[in-house]
């Protein structure tokens, strides 16, 4: 008989691979499997709180520094002017980004509700509020838990769409983040917003206005020159509110779009690591 620690996993397993079979835009049949090779899924177990699920890495570990993946922010919307009332993401990509890692150190960080909810789970929380300061303390909170786990000392993060926001305002608060790469980043949400035309946030905290605190943080922002979500000018709008830039660089990654091209492209950009330059 298996062990009940065992029999756990193999349960949640089998749970996400029936509800969350999400696997529109990229090969994602064998991702649960994979990942679990890898990491232990830990569903919240928060009553008095919104849930963040993270899956983690349990074995000996080979550096005092952790990756931390911070998912995007999935199907908040169904459309411009109806609220998503599960906002799982249906499209798995910052896991399979995780598989291409070849660092054993590695965690994903999920957003508040996103494959669990609670009865404190409405969709204000994943659409107006999902930057707010309430919602920034529950993500710091998780990261810390995520670091003390293994005791680690410092937190490269990594943002997909709306975590490179999270991983950002996470970064200006903390003083043990190595690091910050953003993928297709909503780096400046009052632009982006005022660029699609849709209704701003008023409780949403915003990355360029804490530039005297990132500015000495490294910095890589990855950006797909096809994306018709987060466009090049969105990552140029935030550079440009930065009067020092020697802890930040970008690229433009030709035929890349919001979620297709960045699987392909992963491993070598995993190789090109922020660093300051002065």
Same mark, same amino acid.
């Given at each position: ?71 995007? *922010?999935?199907? =908040?919307? $169904? #459309? ?6 599960? /906002?799982?993401?249906? &499209?798995? @990509? ?80 903390? *003083?043990?983040? =190595?690091? $910050? #790469? ?6 400046? /949400?009052?632009?982006? &917003?005022? @660029? ?83």
């Amino acid at each position: 008989m298996l062990p009940i620690s065992s029999l756990f996993s193999f349960f949640i397993v089998l749970c996400l691979m029936v509800f969350l079979p999400g696997c529109q835009s990229l090969p994602e049949s064998g991702i649960t499997e994979a990942l679990s090779r890898r990491l232990t899924y830990y569903p919240s177990t928060a009553i008095n709180s919104l849930p963040v699920s993270t899956w983690l890495y349990e074995g000996p570990k080979k550096s005092n520094v952790v990756r931390v993946y911070i998912e995007g *922010d999935g199907r =908040a919307w $169904v #459309r411009k002017s109806r609220m998503s009332t599960n /906002p799982t993401p249906k &499209n798995r @990509l910052v896991h399979a980004l995780m598989l291409k890692d070849k660092k054993t150190d590695i965690a994903y960080l999920g957003r508040p509700c996103h494959f669990q909810q609670n009865g404190l789970c409405h969709p204000r929380v994943w659409t107006f509020d999902r930057y707010s300061e309430d919602t920034l303390n529950i993500m710091n909170n998780a990261l810390s838990a995520i670091k003390k786990k293994q005791n680690y000392q410092a937190i490269e993060l990594v943002g997909f769409s709306g975590g490179a926001t999270i991983a950002l305002l996470l970064a200006s608060q903390r *003083d043990d983040i =190595a690091s $910050v #790469r953003t993928i297709a980043g909503n780096l400046d /949400p009052a632009y982006t &917003n005022t @660029l699609h035309k849709v209704t701003p946030m008023p409780s949403a905290l915003n990355p360029a206005d804490y530039i005297d605190t990132l500015k000495n943080i490294p910095q890589y922002h990855f950006v797909g020159a096809d994306d018709p979500i987060v466009k090049p000018a969105i990552v140029n709008h935030y550079l440009s509110r930065f009067t020092d830039m020697y802890c930040i660089q970008f690229k433009i990654l030709p035929g890349v779009t919001h979620h297709k091209g960045w699987v392909d492209h992963w491993e070598q950009l995993l190789s090109e690591s922020p660093h300051c330059v002065r």
